[in-house]
């Protein structure tokens, strides 16, 4: 029986380490911003901007501090009521109306962004500002095992590939016997379902942001594409097998054919020289209604209470540059850079992968990232529910009806 | 001289005294005071009355946690005669290898919890567990350990049993070098067997220590928090079968920032705690004999 922290000290020590905040008297001259991030394979590129900041601004030295996705914005939103949060930290679409309306982050500079496409700026307004400056982009892509492909005889999939193509293809690749699936559908908003959904006509917001779009026939029909193929078509692993490993680790064992991935897993694929070797991708294929892609883009932003506002500005500032976009491209990390015409660099440092062919035919279609106020509330809301729908165990569109439900409940109230 | 001895009777207990009262008996008071609000993101409360609790009751996440936990401390306790067995058998005088098997079951105790936690998560792998293996060998087809919500508590039990082994038997081992030779030399001469001197001597001569580890091991149960958190994935299926109340105050005072309202949970659990070992209290006076 190990030691376990008594609840009530649970609350407490949060408390107490809250109170902690930094407060280094300002030498002239010799200044030290802190710098947050979640993606370790982004780390390099971030760290050669740091450099190259440096470099250009004696006397600023800036500490890069990695954290781990599953505790980045647990561990932010305590220093930030703290009021110790990192001078400069990443920020996503999802997050940035909480933190800024919380007064966590100052607004930025709207000129630094000429250059960059709308869809990864539109998501960092708010309340008639700009809170953060983009400097990279997410795009979902399809990802194929080539060698399943060549084994069943199936063509590649193609920029062209419609739904069809891909259940067909699916049902080629299909093999119980050996454990060989043709697809994988995790339950996955951001490179999977919200897809689908738009793809097939529907939304998962009302354009005001007021009503949830859950329950619209084309919404269903995107969810719906997801659960068939697992359940009704039999060419997916069921639900249960992504909570014990991953999809990313999944996919490199060799037993699954297609995978709606990001284009961040570039940089995990590309690790391994065995799957860099057999694996590519392609744009996601088209829906029923229309072309759609969601675009997730990630940005800096600069904490409202920093102590040195000039320098931690500047710093984002020089991230979005077109200096340090190309740094950033260069280093070949996990994600594209944002600003248009500095991609070129990413695309060399991935030279088995198709990724201009993704970028430039994934941008025209760029929808952003659906967010609200408190999205991550209502996006707790379909998480759970879609789990009855994931696991069959109730219809999927009685599922998206009850999301419906519960989200403008939810936004009502926001 | 009596006053001066009182003066350094306080002053000794002062280091202990003040760290409980800054880091048990303050947060708690401000627990309490938390879950009458509703605090803001990033600080601030404003005072609710008791919406938290009245939410909490209506709150179906909370049955289900509440019934998870309740489950799990019920297994939990079903795992305690596994230990006192342990402790009989560690004690056998003449053993060979005796410093090694104690080492073996007490190493689970000093593991850090986060490796428990991995190694069972990588040992209950659906597809590519040693576990699930081992079944296929034998024609069982294993089912997803963690990742069901039907077989999830009964997993995490089991990770808990195993961990919890090596210190309860402990605690049963020094309770059972603590019953005097002499009463077994008597039973002996009374023509007492040794499942007999087992039933009659040394089980109601261990209740001190049985109820002890009795009560740890609840308290300790309805608090289990890092197993969950470490062998579940946030986003997993099996939450709703897995779901203890402390991982439930997790997810709502850190991953939704709904302090107060996870502060509210944190008071039930409090009482709960509180009420049970309070049973407990009561009860031991008819079956723990103080020899």
Known sequence: MRKRLPIAGLLGLALLASGCGSSEPEKSGNVEISYALWEKNDAPAAQKIIDAFQKANPGVTVKLEITPWDQYWTKLQTAAAGGAAPDVFWMSSLNVRMYAKGGVIAAADESKTTGFTPATVAGYRYDGKLWALPFSVSLPALWYDKKLFDAAGVKYPTADWTWDDVKAAAKKLTDPAKKQWGIMTPMWDQGGFYNTMIQAGGRVLSADGKKSGFDEAGSIQGLEFWTDLMIKDKVAPQAQVYNDTEPLQLFQTGKIGMQYGGSWFAATYAANPEVKSRVDLVPLPKGPAQEGVIVASLANAVSAKTEHPKEATAFAAFFASEEGQKIFSDAGGASISAREGTQDGFYKAYPDFNLKGLFEGSMPHGVEYPVTLDTAKWQDVQNKLLVDAWTGKRPTADVAKDIAVKMNEILAKE | ?291
């Open chain 2, 1 to 291: 001289m009596k006053s001066r001895e009182r003066l350094w009777g306080y002053a000794l207990i002062a280091p202990m005294a003040l760290g409980l009262a800054v880091f048990y008996v303050w947060p708690i008071a401000q627990t309490l005071y938390l879950s009458f609000t509703e605090s803001g993101v990033f600080g601030g409360q404003t005072w609710v009355g008791l919406d938290n609790y009245t939410a909490l009751a209506a709150d179906e996440e909370m049955t289900g946690a509440l019934g998870n936990t309740l489950l799990y401390a019920a297994l939990m306790l079903a795992g305690v005669p596994l230990s006192i067995v342990v402790a009989a058998l560690l004690n056998v005088r003449g053993l060979r290898g005796l410093g090694f098997y104690r080492t073996i079951y007490f190493l689970p105790v000093v593991t850090m919890p986060a490796a428990v936690g991995l190694t069972w998560r990588y040992l209950y792998n659906g597809d590519f567990g040693p576990i699930n293996q081992l079944l296929a060998a034998v024609g069982i087809d294993g089912p997803y350990w963690v990742a069901d919500p039907d077989v999830a508590i009964y997993a995490l039990a089991l990770v808990g049993v195993w961990s919890s082994i090596g210190y309860n038997a402990v605690l049963f081992l020094a309770g059972l070098q603590g019953i005097p030779r002499h009463y077994y030399e008597a039973a002996e001469i009374d023509g007492a067997g040794r499942l007999r001197q087992f039933f009659r001597i040394t089980l109601p001569l261990l209740t001190p220590t049985t109820f002890f580890v009795i009560v740890i091991t609840m308290i300790n149960a309805l608090q289990v928090f890092d197993l969950v958190y470490l062998i579940f994935d946030l986003k997993s299926p099996a939450l709703p079968g897995a779901r203890t109340i402390v991982y439930f105050f997790f997810e709502q005072g850190f991953l939704k920032n709904q302090r107060g309202y996870a502060a509210a949970i944190a008071v039930v659990l409090l009482g709960l705690i509180l009420v049970l070992t309070a049973i407990q209290f009561r009860l031991q006076k008819r079956w723990v004999h103080y020899a």
